[in-house]
C-alpha cells in the first residue's frame, strides 16, 4: 500500500462536510492485530467526491488491535468513529454488526470485516456512482480475491459475469458462481434496516450474510461490477470459517440455521422463489447427507430434521442408509451412487 494521505488531504476532495457521510464504512474487529492495518490503510486509500465514515467496532479484543485502532484515530479523528467494548459483545448474544450499523450515518454501508481488505482506490466511488445512478436496486457487489491462510494459494472468487452488469436474485441465493466477498458488499442502509427488524422476529436464525445479500438483492437483483476490488482471508487462526471447518456441530448448526433461514425467507416473499429456495436447501441437505466425516447418529438427528427438503426420490434414495447404523460411514463408491 502506498503512503496515506493526511486527514486534511482527505477531506479536500469531499463534496460534503465529515459529520454528513454519504457512505458509511462499517467494521468489525476482533483479535486482527497482524491485519487491520491492511483493512484501515484500504478504507483510508479510497479517492471519493463524497464524504464517508469508518465505524469500526472492536469486541473486546484482547491483542493489540484495538491499539492500532487507536492510533489511526488519532490520525483521522474527524473520519475514524471507533467503539472499544470492554465486555465481548458476540459472547454475549448481541450482534457486533448490527450494534455497528445502528449508529451509521450515510445513505449506503459498504461492510468488510478487520481481517479482510480492499485492494482499489475507487472501489468505494465507483459502487456509490453505481447505486446513485440504479434506482431501483439495493446492492453492488464484485468479486474479490481469496487467500488461503493455510496453503496461501489465491483464488479469485464471486465473479458472476464476464462484464459488470445486473445479477437476478436468483443467483445471489443459490451462489451459481460461488461465495460474494462480504468486502464487495455496499447496500442502502435501509436494508440493515430490514434486516434488523427481521432478526428481531427470526433471533433464532444465525446466517448472517444470507440475510445480507438476499435482502440487498430481492427487490431487483444486484448490481455485479466485474473487478475484483477486495480479498478475504480464508480460514484464519480463530474465524468463523476455520472453527466451522474443523468441527462438525458447529458446521450441522450452522447448516441447520442457513436451511432454516431459507425456509423462513421462502414464507417471507410469498414463495416467489420457492424453487430458488428449495433447490439450494436440497444441496445443503445432501451435502451433510454425503459428508463421511460426521458421524451416524448426529446425521440421522439432522436428517430427520430436514429430510422435509427432499423430494421422494432423494428420500428413498437414501432410506437404506439412514436405517442402518454406521452406513453413512461407507466407501465413496457407495456415496456416489446417491444421485446429486
Same mark, same amino acid.
Request: with cysteine.
Given at each position: 500500500?502506498?503512503?496515506?494521505?493526511?486527514?486534511?488531504?482527505?477531506?479536500?476532495?469531499?463534496?460534503?462536510?465529515?459529520?454528513?457521510?454519504?457512505?458509511?464504512?462499517?467494521?468489525?474487529?476482533?483479535?486482527?492485530?497482524?491485519?487491520?492495518?491492511?483493512?484501515?490503510?484500504?478504507?483510508?486509500?479510497?479517492?471519493?467526491?463524497?464524504?464517508?465514515?469508518?465505524?469500526?467496532?472492536?469486541?473486546?479484543?484482547?491483542?493489540?488491535?484495538?491499539?492500532?485502532?487507536?492510533?489511526?484515530?488519532?490520525?483521522?479523528?474527524?473520519?475514524?468513529?471507533?467503539?472499544?467494548?470492554?465486555?465481548?459483545?458476540?459472547?454475549?448474544?448481541?450482534?457486533?454488526?448490527?450494534?455497528?450499523?445502528?449508529?451509521?450515518?450515510?445513505?449506503?454501508?459498504?461492510?468488510?470485516?478487520?481481517?479482510?481488505?480492499?485492494?482499489?482506490?475507487?472501489?468505494?466511488?465507483?459502487?456509490?456512482?453505481?447505486?446513485?445512478?440504479?434506482?431501483?436496486?439495493?446492492?453492488?457487489?464484485?468479486?474479490?480475491?481469496?487467500?488461503?491462510?493455510?496453503?496461501?494459494?489465491?483464488? #479469485? @472468487?464471486?465473479?458472476?459475469? /464476464?462484464?459488470?452488469?445486473?445479477?437476478?436474485? &436468483? $443467483? =445471489?441465493? +443459490?451462489?451459481?458462481? !460461488?461465495?460474494?466477498?462480504?468486502?464487495?458488499?455496499?447496500?442502502?442502509?435501509?436494508?440493515?434496516? #430490514? @434486516?434488523?427488524?427481521?432478526? /428481531?422476529?427470526?433471533?433464532?436464525?444465525?446466517? &448472517? $450474510? =444470507?440475510? +445480507?445479500?438476499?435482502? !440487498?438483492?430481492?427487490?431487483?437483483?444486484?448490481?455485479?461490477?466485474?473487478?475484483?476490488?477486495?480479498?478475504?482471508?480464508?480460514?484464519?487462526?480463530?474465524?468463523?470459517?476455520?472453527?466451522?471447518?474443523? $468441527?462438525?456441530?458447529?458446521?450441522?448448526?450452522?447448516?441447520?440455521?442457513?436451511?432454516?433461514?431459507?425456509?423462513?425467507?421462502?414464507?417471507?416473499?410469498?414463495?416467489?422463489?420457492?424453487?430458488?429456495?428449495?433447490?439450494?436447501?436440497?444441496?445443503?441437505?445432501?451435502?451433510?447427507?454425503?459428508?463421511?466425516?460426521?458421524?451416524?447418529?448426529?446425521?440421522?438427528?439432522?436428517?430427520?430434521?430436514?429430510?422435509?427438503?427432499?423430494?421422494?426420490?432423494?428420500?428413498?434414495?437414501?432410506?437404506?442408509?439412514?436405517?442402518?447404523?454406521?452406513?453413512?460411514?461407507?466407501?465413496?463408491?457407495?456415496?456416489?451412487?446417491?444421485?446429486?
Amino acid at each position: 500500500m502506498s503512503k496515506l494521505r493526511g486527514e486534511d488531504e482527505i477531506l479536500s476532495h469531499w463534496q460534503g462536510r465529515p459529520d454528513d457521510p454519504y457512505v458509511s464504512i462499517c467494521c468489525m474487529a476482533f483479535n486482527h492485530e497482524p491485519f487491520i492495518r491492511d483493512t484501515l490503510d484500504g478504507f483510508l486509500s479510497q479517492l471519493t467526491n463524497v464524504p464517508f465514515e469508518i465505524l469500526i467496532h472492536d469486541d473486546a479484543s484482547s491483542d493489540g488491535t484495538a491499539d492500532i485502532i487507536r492510533e489511526y484515530q488519532h490520525r483521522y479523528p474527524s473520519i475514524i468513529k471507533p467503539i472499544f467494548q470492554e465486555v465481548n459483545q458476540y459472547s454475549q448474544g448481541n450482534r457486533p454488526a448490527r450494534l455497528n450499523n445502528k449508529r451509521a450515518k450515510g445513505k449506503y454501508i459498504a461492510i468488510c470485516e478487520g481481517d479482510d481488505f480492499w485492494i482499489d482506490k475507487n472501489k468505494l466511488q465507483h459502487q456509490f456512482d453505481v447505486l446513485e445512478k440504479h434506482d431501483g436496486i439495493d446492492m453492488c457487489i464484485h468479486s474479490g480475491y481469496q487467500i488461503n491462510m493455510l496453503d496461501g494459494k489465491r483464488s #479469485e @472468487i464471486g465473479k458472476y459475469l /464476464d462484464q459488470s452488469g445486473l445479477i437476478p436474485v &436468483g $443467483d =445471489i441465493v +443459490l451462489k451459481r458462481h !460461488g461465495q460474494i466477498p462480504t468486502a464487495s458488499t455496499f447496500v442502502r442502509k435501509h436494508i440493515t434496516d #430490514e @434486516i434488523a427488524s427481521f432478526r /428481531d422476529t427470526h433471533p433464532y436464525l444465525t446466517a &448472517g $450474510d =444470507i440475510y +445480507l445479500h438476499f435482502f !440487498g438483492a430481492k427487490r431487483g437483483g444486484a448490481f455485479y461490477i466485474n473487478k475484483p476490488m477486495s480479498v478475504y482471508r480464508a480460514f484464519v487462526p480463530g474465524s468463523w470459517t476455520q472453527k466451522n471447518r474443523n $468441527d462438525y456441530t458447529k458446521r450441522l448448526a450452522n447448516i441447520s440455521a442457513r436451511v432454516n433461514s431459507y425456509v423462513e425467507l421462502d414464507k417471507l416473499t410469498d414463495y416467489k422463489y420457492h424453487a430458488v429456495f428449495s433447490e439450494v436447501n436440497r444441496t445443503w441437505v445432501l451435502r451433510v447427507l454425503k459428508d463421511y466425516r460426521v458421524p451416524y447418529k448426529p446425521k440421522l438427528d439432522f436428517y430427520r430434521q430436514h429430510s422435509h427438503c427432499l423430494s421422494l426420490k432423494y428420500k428413498l434414495a437414501f432410506l437404506p442408509i439412514v436405517s442402518v447404523p454406521g452406513a453413512f460411514a461407507l466407501s465413496k463408491a457407495v456415496r456416489k451412487k446417491v444421485p446429486s
